[in-house]
């Protein structure tokens, strides 16, 4: 059974090698590309590139609900969504890395449920990245000295724009980075009582500083970036392998209306 997944772009095939690739049917469709299995440091894991294997997905049209139903068809519990982010905030600069604790939804037309009827539940999110992983995040960045915030909360917009800055300079008021896919994403896996925690990859500074985002500018940071994650999740994946002491596998509990 592969225990740990990933979410994310290309750069980890550095530290993966992909042993076998699963081509998993779901009730919502194909996820966004066959799910690659490997090894981390030991550790077998299961690897979805979230935008497609060459990335042609635009993130407000990636099948979020195919891609978590099938890393928990295929035997995942814990996942690792990999980021990249804006800084709200001058203190987060571009190339570090954040592990954050909290978010906001200012997405506008995305499915966010599994839980359409005729079963209602209403899920604490509260609390909704798994403290496990954060804690276990941010030990692994700080054992390799990495500039890493332990701490923050990530506004999710719909995309795939980026925002003007008088939305930027309003996000700042309430968020500390921005990006474009954790929501649904971080809420269905809360549904199926998976644990979800992130590595969000600081790449510029939004539209709220003088200079405007660049696709480009992004694409160069997180490649600049992508030796800092991977070292982070060597040292994470077996840390995360063991049995979970979180409560994410009790969201459900309580819930149903």
Known sequence: MTYVG??????????????KTM????PYGKPSAPLEIGEINGVEVAFLPRHGKKHTIPPHMVNYKANIFALQKA???????????GSLKEEYKPGDIVIPDQFIDFTKRRDLTYYNGPDVYHISMADPFCSDISAKAYEAGKKLSFPVHKNGAYICIEGPRFSTRAESKMFRNFADIIGMTLVPEINLAAELSMCYGMLATVTDYDAW????????DVM???????????????????E???QRNCKCSLRLENAKA
């Open 6 to 19: 990933i979410i994310g772009g290309s750069g980890l095939y550095s530290i993966m090698e992909t042993r």
């Open 240 to 242: 995360i392998n063991g």
């Open 23 to 26: 081509d998993i049917d779901t």
């Open 209 to 216: 500083k003088d200079e405007a985002v660049e696709a480009s």
């Open 220 to 238: 160069q940071i997180m490649k600049e970036s992508e030796e800092k994650v991977s070292k982070m999740l060597y040292n994470l994946v077996p």
């Open 75 to 85: 035997g995942v519990q814990r996942i690792i969504g990999l980021n990249a982010v």
